[in-house]
């Protein structure tokens, strides 16, 4: 139960400080000597809203230093963590690789998460989304020359070659622990994350199936977008944790508060304000969702941001949990590809549409909401489609209405070339 102040006139709730009780004395005295003196007591509780208005600026610059001093606590444990990692069994410190900087990256921003300094996870997110698409371009010639030795390791079942090419080229942050085949056929990789703690373990069906996600892995744009997923996932999954922590202490303490509600009588007024707190911090987070997504897509249309804000649609690259990724490039070859029938022989072969195909996975790496093939195919299809009704009822070419969308700050010289309106109606 929370008390209440009856003090000069005025009630508040709970026990008031000193400061209250000097403003509240203050204020009573103003009002004596405003009926002489109007502008002595003018100049008082001015004085007064002063007083107030540098309390408050004074707590929330304590508020702000606190975090400044825990984020500098934390860097400072990660660095030491840090040097302490590059010392070897013999006692001395090797130079850092690039490999090392983008692990401590990883361990910050999964620590920062931990720790519920968002803004501060997502700049080192960003960071890692740089250096892990650096590594993936740079590893290119050795990963297609080791995916070779580790097929041919997984065909005979040597599984701790899968997992060193695993852990060598794929910057997700996670560690895979060891391989092993199930009763059914099935094959079960069992991992950690970057915290060391065990994570929910990837499945495939068979070998084949175990072969063709190993394949996949070739690709630099399908690695990248696979990796990182991956990553926000952790960190999704932490931020997650935290949140459903708060909301079992919430609702614990909202609990206590009704049942002390009801013995003082006051339920039904305290009910209606928490349930109003609720919607306010049910809005709050609505646009905290939509913020985060367009820091990491800025070009969301209206639609998708209403999507996001009510749930409907996830952020980019955190899509349904229960939603595989899959990517098998025989599949999109035969979807943008044609089907060629040799006369003599009569044997089919797909003339490949190299162009339409990267196309795609330039897409599909600017929209990692989509894990599966099959939606992402769908909706790059859609949205083709109807680009293509677009250019022609306005007669402008495909490639001006991309360049357009992408660039809309170049509205005017769309208009001086196109027509009148034409820019607001593309972007329509």
Avoid: C
């Avoid at 209250?20 to 203050?26: E, F, I, L, P, R």
């Avoid at 996932?233 to 614990?252: C, G, V």
């Avoid at 070859?333 to 196309?359: C, H, M, T, W, Y």
């Amino acid at each position: 139960m929370q008390g209440i102040t009856d003090f000069m006139g005025k009630r508040t709730a709970g026990t008031m400080s000193q400061a209250q009780v000097d403003n509240s004395k203050m204020l009573a005295m103003a009002d004596v000597i405003g009926k002489n003196d109007p502008m002595s007591a003018l100049r008082i509780k001015r004085e007064v809203r002063e007083g107030d208005y540098q309390a408050a600026r004074q707590a929330r610059e304590q508020k702000t230093w606190a975090k400044e001093d825990a984020v500098e606590a934390l860097d400072t444990k990660l660095g030491q963590e840090f040097d302490a990692s590059l010392v070897g069994e013999d006692g001395k410190k090797r130079a850092p690789t690039a490999d090392d900087y983008m692990k401590a990256n990883q361990q910050r921003a999964y620590a920062y998460a931990a720790a519920g300094h968002m803004k501060e996870a997502q700049s080192a997110f960003k960071e890692n989304l740089a250096s892990a698409y650096t590594k993936i371009q740079m590893d290119g010639a050795e990963r297609k020359q080791a995916l070779g030795p580790a097929m041919a390791a997984l065909s005979s079942g040597d599984y701790g070659a899968v997992a060193d090419f695993y852990n060598r080229f794929v910057p997700s942050g996670a560690k895979v622990t060891g391989i092993e085949a199930g009763k059914d056929g099935g094959l079960v990789m069992q991992r950690t994350g970057i915290d060391g703690q065990p994570m929910s373990p990837l499945h495939a069906k068979d070998k084949r199936e175990a072969m063709a996600m190993l394949q996949s892995l070739e690709n630099p744009s399908a690695l990248y977008q696979y990796s990182q997923d991956e990553f926000s996932n952790q960190l999704k999954l932490k931020q997650d944790a935290r949140a459903d922590h708060a909301d079992k202490r919430a609702d614990a303490q909202l609990e206590l508060s009704r049942r002390a509600d009801a013995r003082a009588g006051a339920a039904a007024g305290r009910a209606a304000s928490n349930d109003s707190r609720e919607r306010s911090e049910k809005q709050q987070r609505a646009e905290a969702r939509v913020q985060l997504a367009l820091e990491q897509n800025p070009k969301l249309s209206d639609a998708q941001k209403n999507a996001i804000r009510y749930g409907v649609m996830d952020l980019p690259g955190q899509a349904d949990k229960g939603e595989k990724h899959t990517y098998n490039p025989v599949e999109i070859q035969k979807s943008f590809g044609e089907v060629v029938s040799d006369p003599l022989s009569g044997k089919e072969s797909i003339k490949r549409n190299a162009a339409k195909e990267q196309k795609f996975i330039d897409w599909w790496a600017d929209n990692p909401q989509f894990k599966s093939q099959d939606r992402a195919l769908q909706e790059f299809n859609r949205t083709d489609s109807k680009q293509r009704r677009a250019s022609t009822s306005l007669g402008v070419p495909i490639g001006a209405l991309e360049y357009l969308k992408a660039n809309p700050d170049q509205a005017a010289n769309f208009d001086r070339k196109y027509g009148e309106g034409a820019a607001a109606r593309a972007l329509k």
